[in-house]
């Protein structure tokens, strides 16, 4: 398609008549090729990428830097997690109501702010307060999902997709080695000013760069959907107390009372809140896109593979990387050089987004979830067989990465394809919520796994076989899961 054609397809729709007496400001005539949107874009979803990943590589500092515990400094990762999962819920939902672009300025004002609130302050609450705010980024990914799909002719929509969800793939391997570096070389600090800055500057792309659309009623018209208050707070606390419970349970253990409280709470809100959005004409979360048998089943294959591959072999590499076990288990590496052949791993990955994006859209999201789910099976056979060679570790990480961004990508391309364009981001933002669920479940319960068996007597690498056991199990559930999936009709 040319680029003629692209600038054409991006052209804004003309208001309507109420406000056609009033000239549009210069952002809404704006009209950019497809290669600046989607640059705009990526380049806007790394920050939320790297916000979400650098706290691990400074972990280990804050310990040290505030004489704490590891539980008390994970609250910096943690409160991140909560705030994260409820904006890509509440946000992706308000930026389909008022537009995009005006909620993702926002939310990049506020990940800026949060920044500068942990680099300024010298102490932990400081750095967890700014990490609170920080987590309005949760909401990034959903919105320029739902800008690409937009601002940008149906054909190019799904390598776009591909390209904005595969840069967290890399960007979140980037951030360990770029927050390391700045921890050896500088300070913690610095880590939260490089944050602030590309938070800045992204948001002044958003603001002088990527085309506008007016508002529903026009620039200086208000939309005539309302906001559902209630839904949106009761959301977000269902959300964060589950996350919250499953993040504990690692060191509480799931039969502690408070994580059992957190939990069940959490579920017992949510099925309140179905009740009462499926009554209301405005929910904050459209549950009537459950009833499209292609955005359900999405949703459900979304929890199999982040309960298992995602969520599980993202934490088990590390691990056998640098582990250095009496009884062999683990190569025993420094994390510089773990740091480095996980991230030549992701780069590889990234490099395949645009791959799984070109089989989206010729085939459908459908085909390239099922090359990433068996991709995955290969990954983890090679984790089972090999993870006493250094060879087969390096070879299987690079087809981890390779299935993780075909599922990163593939995933929201079926939701894009599954509901309508009005709906992207809420629907996007519900799938990443789903995910991270899924994910800190599957962590969780790996993490257990292997405990038992340390503590039992069994041994490291017998525990690791049922990890991977598990992980092969929920990898066979997710494909069975896409095969039953529509295939693309248009």
């Known amino acids: 398609m040319s680029n003629a054609h692209d600038r054409q397809a991006l052209r804004p729709s003309p208001p309507d ?62 409160s991140f997690l909560l705030v994260a999962a409820a904006s890509a819920a509440v946000c992706g939902r308000l930026g389909d109501m008022y537009g995009r ?9 506020a990940a800026a702010i949060g920044s500068l609130v942990s680099a300024l302050g010298d102490s932990l609450g400081a750095i967890i307060a700014g990490r609170t705010i920080q987590g309005a980024a949760g909401a990034i990914l959903p919105l320029c999902i739902g800008l690409a799909r937009e601002h940008l002719p149906a054909s190019r929509v799904p390598v776009a997709v591909s390209l904005v969800s595969g840069s967290a793939v890399a960007a979140g391997a980037a951030s360990l080695l770029v927050a390391g570096a700045l921890i050896d070389h500088a300070s913690w600090h610095m880590i ?39 839904g949106a707070v009761t959301l977000a606390a269902a959300v964060a107390a589950i996350l919250l419970g499953v993040n504990k349970a690692q060191s509480w253990g799931w039969t502690d009372a408070r994580v059992a409280a957190l939990v069940v709470g959490g579920l017992a809100a949510l099925g309140l809140l179905v009740v009462r959005e499926l009554r209301i004409p405005n929910p904050i979360v459209n549950l009537r896109l459950f009833a499209q048998r292609k955005f359900a089943i999405t949703m459900i294959a979304t929890v199999a593979i982040s309960a298992g591959p995602l969520g599980i072999v993202t934490m088990i ?16 590496l420094s994390p510089t050089h773990a740091g480095w052949i996980s991230f030549l791993g992701a780069l590889v990955g990234f490099a395949c987004t645009p791959l799984s994006g070109r089989i989206s859209g010729a085939t459908g999201a459908r085909t390239a979830m099922l090359l990433g789910s068996a991709l995955f099976a290969v990954s983890t056979v090679m984790l089972l067989v090999g993870h006493d060679s250094l060879a087969v570790m390096s070879a299987m990480i690079v087809v ?61 690498t017998s525990g690791l076989v049922a990890v991977g056991v598990l992980v092969l199990a929920l990898t066979v559930v997710t494909i069975a899961l896409v095969i039953a999936i529509p295939r693309r009709t248009t």
């Open 317 to 332: 590499i590390p691990l056998v990387l640098q582990t250095s076990d009496p009884d062999g288990f683990g190569l025993g």
């Open 17 to 78: 008549s109420a406000a056609s007496s009033t000239p549009l400001p210069a952002r809404y005539r704006r009209t950019r090729p497809a290669w600046v949107v989607v640059t705009v874009l990526v380049f806007v979803e790394i920050i939320s990428a790297f916000e979400t990943s650098m706290m691990y590589a400074a972990m280990p500092t804050l310990i040290v830097e505030f004489d704490t515990d590891a539980a008390t400094a994970g609250w910096a990762v943690t």
């Open 101 to 109: 672009e005006r909620v993702l300025v926002v939310v990049l004002a």
């Open 192 to 230: 939260f000013v490089v944050t602030a800055i590309y938070a800045f500057g992204a948001l002044a792309l958003v603001v002088f760069v990527l085309p506008w659309r007016p508002r529903p009623d026009g620039p200086g018209g208000h939309t005539r959907e309302r906001i559902d208050h209630l």
């Open 400 to 460: 981890g990465s390779i299935a993780t961004a075909f599922a990163y990508t593939a995933l929201p391309n079926l939701v894009v394809e599954a509901v309508p364009q009005e709906n992207t981001s809420e629907a996007t933002g519900t799938n990443t919520v789903v995910r991270t669920v899924g994910q800190g479940v599957g962590t969780s319960v790996a993490t257990m796994m292997l405990a038992h068996a340390a503590t039992s007597g069994a041994g490291t």
